[in-house]
Each structure stands twice: as structure tokens, then as C-alpha cells.
């Protein structure tokens, strides 16, 4: 049993790595398809990922101990079984169990063979209910049949070619009835999977909410603040590029700094009616809710922008001071180092919680750099 738990806690691991890795790009295609954050869909993809790993790590691992396997192997070792329902024969024999006798039954359970039997028919079970959500009707129970037997099959050929020659030889054997078992456990679970996906919303829940936020013109603070995250990664991803090429001084990469952010905060919208780069992507833009020129409100917010910029970066020059120890000033430098170092903590907590307030609002707060230039945000275009 321990071989299993190792098994799903490596694939627990790699989980929640990829989810740090993958939740950002999730949340953007979520924004993006259905204008809000749908945590059952957000729940189901990465719950089918945590299952599809647990699967993949339940049949490869544990690794041999060395990429000679052979070495490790007689002669006559055979790599592979393809007598159907083998496992019915290992079950029977010598376990004193008889037909006949119904009373002989009972030992069924008491077999390792039944046992391995029996995980090989669970393994692919939840795949099948996952294939159900995707492919929605239960009239596609054989494309839901033919997807399990290719993944059992893939998994039985990694298995017999070493993963495809990382080990010279098989450490686990290619046994047809694995591949039978695998896909039938599917289609059981693809057809009793209404069970399970009643607990979630349906597609059609989920596409008539989205449709009533269109049609409501609502626009999720976490939809903005996506945009505004690709805003900066698109400016930082520039500024790299300019830096590689030319180099930079402190001053230089400043300066370069600032007019990436003027041209995407100030020029591009004044040249596509409000939408940054990053609003484009995210399917909304910015409308003024005074009536005023949308050219001068989207200016009035990269320069708010533009104000905790230079904030920040005074404090760091503040706080990186160096003088002699026999300077007299030097106990005035390590008093302003102290004071910029709070000064950066309390500027950094003081965004993140008003981030914080902003996305609990649902909506009712905005961003400061929107409030202060009175804009708005729709879909409308």
C-alpha cells in the first residue's frame, strides 16, 4: 500500500507545482471564454490534472534503482502477457476456491492476484467520469471506450519499452488483461458519472452565466487586474530585450523603464479608444463615467501609474545609501536605510490590501489609478 501513497503524494507534488505554473494562464483563458473565474470548471481541470498524474505515476513508479534492468533480470524473463483473462487463472490457482461452492468464495478477496485485478479495474474509472464531463452525452460512450483503451495502451507500451529505453529493459510487463480491465473500469465510470457531475454546474449553467454578464456589462476586478498583469510582464519582457541589446545604467534602465510604461499606459489607448494591450487580450476596455475625453482620462491613469513607480523607486535609492563609517552623516544614512525599508513594506502592504479589497468587492471598489482617472470598465464596444 505504501507504494501507492508514495505514488500519489510524488503526483500530489508535481501538482501543485504546475498549478503555480499553469493558474495565471488558466485564469487569462478563463477571462477570457466566460468573463469570470468558474471555480467548478477551475476545480475540475486541475482535479483531472492531480488524477491524470497520480494515474501516470501510479504505473511507472517506483524506478528501478539502476538503468541496467537487465542485469537485474534471468535469461527467460518473459516482458509480457497476452493470454486474455490470465488474471481470472492466477486468482483460482491454489487459493482453494471452487466454483461450485459458493462458500469457497469469500477467499476471492484474500488473493493479491483478485486485489491487482481489481486496482487495474479503479485505475481508469475516474478517467471515464472526466471523459463524460468533456464529451457531454452518453451517446459517445464508444469515443469514450476508444480514448481509455489508447491511454492503457500508451501506458502499457511506455511500461514494456523501459519508457521507451530509459531502462534497456522492461521493469514491468505488457499484459492484455490490464488493458481490458483499464478500459472497461472507463466505461463503467463513463456511465456513472451523472452522479458525480450533479454535484457541479453544467456547461449550460456555466455559458448562461457568462451570457448574463455580457449582457449585464460586467466587468470581474480580477479581469482587470490580469490585464493590468499583462500590461507590466509585456513592458518587463521589453525592457530585457532593450537591456541585452544596449546594457543599461541605473538611470538608462529607469528611463527606459518610464517610457514603456507612457507608450502602454498613455499612447496605445489614446490610439484605441481606451483598451491597453493587456485589456485587448482580456476582451474589454475603458470608458469615462464623467463624459470627458477618454484620451485624457487614460493619461490621468498612467500618470497615477506612473506615481507609485517613482514612489517606489525613490525609496530604493534611499535605501541603498552607502557611506563611510567615518562620514559624519553615516548615522543619518543608516537612519533613512531603516525608514526606506518601512517605507517599502508599508507601500507594498498598503497595495496589497488595497488589491485585496478591490477583488472582494466583486466590483463595487476599482483599482486607484481608475478611480483617480474616473474610469470605467465594459465590454461594450
Known amino acids: 500500500m505504501s507504494v501507492y501513497t508514495h505514488s500519489i503524494m510524488v503526483a500530489f507534488l508535481i501538482t501543485i507545482m504546475l498549478s503555480f505554473v499553469l493558474f495565471v494562464p488558466w485564469l487569462i483563458y478563463t477571462y477570457r471564454k466566460y468573463g469570470y473565474l468558474s471555480f467548478s470548471k477551475t476545480i475540475i481541470m486541475f482535479s483531472f490534472i492531480f488524477y491524470f498524474l497520480s494515474a501516470l ?8 534503482e ?12 518473459v516482458y509480457y502477457n497476452l493470454h486474455p483473462f490470465q488474471f481470472v487463472t ?12 459458493p462458500s469457497t468464495w469469500l477467499y476471492i478477496a484474500k488473493q493479491p492476484a483478485f486485489f491487482q485485478a481489481f486496482y487495474n479495474f479503479l485505475l481508469l474509472m475516474p478517467f ?13 460512450w464508444k469515443r469514450a471506450f476508444l480514448f481509455s483503451f489508447l491511454l492503457t495502451l500508451f501506458y502499457e507500451v511506455t511500461q514494456v519499452t523501459g519508457i521507451y529505453g530509459i531502462f534497456n529493459c522492461a521493469y514491468r510487463i505488457f499484459d492484455v488483461d ?18 458525480v457531475w450533479a454535484l457541479f454546474p453544467s456547461h449550460a449553467a456555466v455559458e448562461a452565466k457568462a ?30 530585450i532593450i537591456g541585452a541589446v544596449i546594457g543599461y545604467s541605473n538611470t538608462l534602465e529607469f528611463l527606459v523603464k518610464i517610457a514603456l510604461y507612457l507608450l502602454l499606459f498613455g499612447v496605445v489607448p489614446s490610439f484605441t479608444n481606451g483598451a491597453t494591450l493587456g485589456m485587448k487580450f ?25 506615481v507609485v513607480v517613482c514612489i517606489s523607486k525613490i525609496i530604493t535609492i ?13 548615522v543619518l544614512q543608516i537612519v533613512i536605510t531603516i525608514l526606506a525599508f518601512i517605507a517599502s513594506l508599508v507601500l507594498m502592504m498598503v497595495i496589497a490590501i488595497h488589491i485585496v479589497r478591490v477583488i472582494i468587492s466583486g466590483g463595487r471598489r476599482r483599482l486607484f489609478m481608475d478611480q483617480y482617472a474616473a474610469l470605467i470598465a465594459t465590454r461594450k464596444k
Open 178 to 195: 490490464d488493458l481490458m480491465l483499464n478500459s472497461v473500469g472507463a466505461l463503467v465510470g463513463f456511465f456513472l458519472a451523472p452522479v
Open 282 to 306: 482580456m476582451r474589454f476596455t475603458m470608458v469615462s463615467e464623467n463624459g470627458k475625453s477618454i484620451i485624457y482620462q487614460s493619461w490621468r491613469r498612467c500618470v497615477a501609474i506612473l
Open 90 to 101: 492466477d486468482i483460482l490457482e491454489d487459493s482453494g476456491i471452487v466454483l461450485t461452492n
Open 128 to 140: 471515464g467520469v472526466y471523459l463524460r464531463y468533456f464529451l457531454k452525452k452518453r451517446e459517445y
Open 318 to 330: 534611499l535605501g541603498h545609501i552607502q557611506l563611510d563609517m567615518d562620514s559624519p552623516f553615516y
Open 57 to 64: 505515476c501510479l504505473v511507472l513508479l517506483p524506478f528501478p
Open 211 to 240: 451570457a448574463e454578464m455580457a449582457k449585464k456589462d460586467i466587468v470581474k476586478p480580477l479581469s482587470i487586474l490580469l490585464a493590468l498583469a499583462i500590461d507590466l510582464f509585456i513592458a518587463h519582457c521589453i525592457w530585457m
Open 66 to 77: 539502476t538503468r541496467d534492468t537487465c542485469s537485474l533480470q534471468s535469461a527467460d524473463t
